[in-house]
């Protein structure tokens, strides 16, 4: 698949396909059991006792099960089965996600859990990616991806403030189980999704040596990304608990904010500025905004959520896209879960090194040095594009 320029200016809008609208309401729904996990550092900071190792760990679980299922998921993919990727994800989401809350010390049990999380999120989101693929045509990929993704990401801060809320006045067992009922919902609606077939659209011959050099740079961007996800989301809350803070869902709401701003405003100039060099001014401000947390106070939470939003705003349906626009025949399914598979170890290699540098150095020298590093990372992927 390719997106080529004149393909990308024809008239085209996916909201009028009421299965891309329907396809909206189950993102809706996953965004807000997705955005309830975001508030595991600060519940296993306050109630589970974990210091900023373990909650490394407890971040890295999810990831690390994404990365080992992405092949296995991808081969489901590549043979059409979507639909039952996306009903599979949700049970999995519904069955893993309503428990977690009335755990109260750390345990195999944790672990499991959030190992289930993952493999429900890579089956999700990789199910619905191809579905959009099957839906949208090749040159609107980058906008149909940042429009799917704004329904997930607009409910960042319906999701994480409520389950924060919830969490206080009754504890985070209901927190967590109202999340899991949410997830039942996705399930509903994955059961309702029509099967669509591929569409195919092929590039031309010539343009195969080009798309495997994109594809290896798009693979770097796509862990540098994940590195500096990983950072911001996991360890900005301790951060703000420990200097502090009593409620870190601004963060969220500030992502959020900017975030639906950039992917339902500039999610079709994606795909006309060019794909790559959107992932570029992503991952610069990725890296800026690693850095800022480096001088965190509670107060500045949601102003570092609104940097953090405008780069994974940019980042994810710009590489979603790219990996698309370079996948083999047949391959999108596969392509799509390596995509994810990529973001997951850029997360846990940011998880598994931030906490250590923070339980070594401290929250400001941790947050200087990856932002540093996926600085660095995104100015030589940029050389590896332009060679």
Known sequence: MTSSSSEALAPYSEWSDPRFRQLLLFQMAFGYAYAALLLVPKFATVTLGANPSEIGTLAACPVVASFVCAPLCGR???????????????????????????LHQLGPLVYVLRVLHGVGNTLVVGG????????????????????AGAASLMMNAVASSATERLADAFGWGVAYQFAGAISLVMLGLSLRQPVVSERVESAPASASGRRLASRRAAAFATVAAGAGF??????????????GATHVA???????????????????AVDRWGRQRAAFVALTIYALTVLCAAALRPSGLFVLGLGFGVAHGLAWPALT???????????VGSALTSTQALFAAGTVLSVWVGG????????PLAFVMLGWAVHLWSVVDAARWKG
């Open 250 to 268: 601004s963060l969220f709401v500030g992502y959020t904010l900017t975030a639906l701003l950039v992917r339902l405003g500039l999610g079709g």
């Open 128 to 147: 619905a990616a191809v579905y959009v693929t099957h839906l949208v045509p090749a040159g609107h990929h980058g906008r149909a991806f940042g429009t």
């Open 356 to 363: 250590q540098l923070v339980s070594a150095y401290g929250y």
């Open 76 to 102: 489901v993919l590549d043979r059409g089965r979507h639909r039952a990727a996306m009903i599979a994800g949700s049970l999995v989401f519904a069955l893993s996600v309503a428990p977690f809350g009335y």
């Open 321 to 331: 896209a790219l990996s698309v626009e370079n996948a083999p025949p047949g391959r």
């Open 230 to 243: 990983g950072m911001l989301v996991t360890f900005t809350q301790p951060f703000a608990l420990a200097r």
